[in-house]
C-alpha cells in the first residue's frame, strides 16, 4: 500500500527553528508537495520537489531525498502566525496525490 | 487572477437528506477540477476529479456522486446522507501537466445528524 508518515504534532518557540519530517513510500514518484493548512481553513500551497536537494523560499525551505523516500520542511524565524498544520504529499506513478494527515505546529511565546 | 468558489461554507444535513456541494473557478480555463473530504486528523482523500465538461473519474466507491456540467463548474451531491459522510469538503484546481500544483477553495464543512 502507498503510506505517507508525519509526526502528529510538534511545539516549538517563537523565533526559533523548527524542521517537520515526512517519509514515504508510494507507488512512483512524480515530485512532492507541502501545504500549510491554518485551523477551519483550506490548504495552502507552500513548495514543492522533484529533484534531490533543497529549495528556499524565504523563511520556508524543503528538501527531498528520492532515495530514501524523506523529505522536511524548514521553518526558520519561527511567528505565531506559522501555527498551523503542515501537509506533505506525493504525486504517485498514476499522478495522483497521496496525502500525509499533517503536522500541527504549535508555537509558543 | 484565478479564484475558487465553494458554498455553502457549512452546511447541517439529516441522515438521509440530499445534498449538493458547488465549486466554480474563474481566471483559468479548462482546469483539472478535484472533490477531496478531509475527516479530523486524516489525510485528504480524493474523491472525483475532472479533466473537462462531463468527464468525471470516481476514486472511492460511496453514495456520493459528481458532475462537471461547465467547464469552470464542478458539483458534489448525494441522493442519501449517511453520518459517514461529515467532513470538511475541498475543491481544487489544477492546471495539468507533469508539475500539477493543486489549489484549493475555501472549503464546506458538512455535518450530517
Known amino acids: 500500500g502507498q503510506n505517507i508518515d508525519q509526526p502528529t504534532e510538534m511545539t516549538a518557540t517563537e523565533g526559533a527553528i523548527v524542521q517537520i519530517n515526512c517519509t514515504y513510500q508510494t507507488s512512483g514518484f512524480n515530485g512532492l508537495f507541502w501545504y500549510q493548512q491554518h485551523a477551519g481553513e483550506a490548504p495552502t500551497f507552500l513548495s514543492y520537489?522533484?529533484l534531490d536537494g533543497l529549495e528556499e523560499k524565504g523563511r520556508f525551505s524543503s528538501f527531498l531525498s528520492r532515495s530514501k523516500g524523506y523529505s522536511y520542511l524548514l521553518l526558520k524565524e519561527l511567528q505565531m502566525k506559522d501555527s498551523a498544520s503542515y501537509l506533505c504529499?506525493?504525486?504517485?506513478?498514476?499522478?495522483?496525490?497521496?496525502w500525509g494527515a499533517g503536522t500541527k505546529l504549535i508555537i509558543k511565546p | 487572477s484565478q479564484t475558487i468558489h465553494q458554498w455553502p461554507a457549512t452546511l447541517v444535513q439529516p441522515v438521509g437528506s440530499p445534498l449538493s456541494l458547488e465549486c466554480t473557478v474563474e481566471?483559468?480555463?479548462?482546469?483539472?477540477l478535484y472533490w477531496y473530504r478531509q475527516a479530523a486528523g486524516r489525510g485528504l482523500q480524493l474523491l472525483f476529479y475532472?479533466?473537462?465538461?462531463?468527464?468525471i473519474s470516481s476514486e472511492v466507491p460511496q453514495n456520493l456522486s459528481a458532475s462537471r456540467p461547465q467547464d469552470r463548474q464542478f458539483i458534489l451531491s448525494s441522493k442519501k446522507l449517511l453520518l459517514s459522510d461529515s467532513g470538511f469538503y475541498l475543491c481544487?484546481?489544477?492546471?495539468?501537466?507533469?508539475?500539477?500544483?493543486?489549489?484549493f477553495g475555501p472549503g464546506t464543512r458538512l455535518l450530517v445528524l
Open positions: 475532472s479533466v473537462g465538461i462531463g468527464q
Open positions: 481566471g483559468t480555463s479548462n482546469p483539472n
Open positions: 504529499a506525493v504525486r504517485d506513478s498514476n499522478y495522483q496525490l497521496i
Open positions: 520537489n522533484v
Open positions: 481544487a484546481r489544477g492546471a495539468g501537466g507533469d508539475q500539477e500544483t493543486q489549489y
